[in-house]
């Protein structure tokens, strides 16, 4: 029996975590509207998704620029009728805006880092929510990608403080929205990755000595975390199995936030 019967999801972005959560939630029967900045990928994953049976539309959008964001999620409703649930994966580190310690950031790398990871999410949960309440009878779950780094920072080997920053604030917005929108039935959660297989973090991949980091800070991984495992925790939180809760973070992290790493 599938999870997501009759449900039309969005997820923001087309790799990565976005990429696993479009063919996990399609394969428990919803129907996945795909938006990204990134064309190519979402024809990619279109194809992959059509070719498995899924029903599938994507928009490619820059889901910083407010009016792009309306049209993308406008052109779902007009695919798909509806929008039952969000999964806001897009976003990405801002170390080549130049992120990194507090000190050393120019206001246009601080303020590049927090439109690619803040307003966009901003622009994308507003936009849901707006669509969830034309429907008052239906509700809505809304799930957002923060980040470990949020509150367990590593300060030698991660030090870019706009993207915590960034990744912080998210949380806050959980807990805001949660509550406001409770009474309309719609659930607002995050989920708090640790370092995942994904196309942002090949820079680690290929970093030997992080890589020998990672083995003790994440050791129920012992090394980068898969995609597909944060799908399935999005798959959670946006199916009805996690119908009474809001306003949590999932943390799914490898043990990162309760690990001291050998040096």
């Not at 129907?31 to 928009?59: K, P, Q, R």
């Not at 239906?138 to 949020?150: D, H, K, M, N, R």
């Amino acid at each position: 029996m599938s999870r997501l019967p009759d449900h039309v999801c969005v997820v923001t972005g087309a790799s990565g975590i976005a990429a696993a959560a479009a063919h996990r939630l399609a394969a428990e029967g919803a129907s996945v509207f795909t938006i990204s900045v990134d064309e190519a990928e979402c024809e990619a994953l279109h194809a992959e998704l059509v070719e498995a049976g899924a029903e599938h539309g994507w928009a490619a959008a820059d889901l910083t620029n407010e009016d792009a964001t309306v049209a993308a999620f406008g052109a779902c409703i007009d695919r798909l009728g509806k929008i039952d649930g969000l999964f806001a994966v897009a976003g990405g580190s801002g170390r080549r805006f130049g992120d990194g310690p507090v000190h050393t950031i120019s206001l246009e790398a601080w303020q590049a880092t927090l439109d690619l990871n803040l307003t966009t999410s901003f622009l994308s949960v507003r936009e849901a929510i707006k669509h969830m309440l034309a429907k008052p009878a239906s509700g809505g779950s809304v799930v957002i990608t923060s980040s470990v780094l949020a509150e367990h920072p590593s300060p030698e080997r991660f030090p870019t403080h706009a993207y915590a920053t960034a990744k912080g604030a998210q949380l806050a917005l959980v807990q805001a929205a949660a509550a406001r929108y409770a009474p309309n039935r719609i659930r607002v959660n995050a989920i708090e990755p640790g370092l995942v297989q994904t196309p942002m973090s090949a820079r680690v991949q290929e970093d030997d000595k992080i890589m020998a980091y990672l083995e003790t800070k994440q050791p129920l991984v012992g090394g980068v975390i898969p995609a597909g495992d944060i799908a399935d925790a999005a798959l959670f939180l946006l199916s009805d199995e996690s119908r009474y809760i809001t306003g949590q973070t999932l943390v799914v992290d490898g043990g990162w936030s309760v690990t001291e790493a050998s040096s």
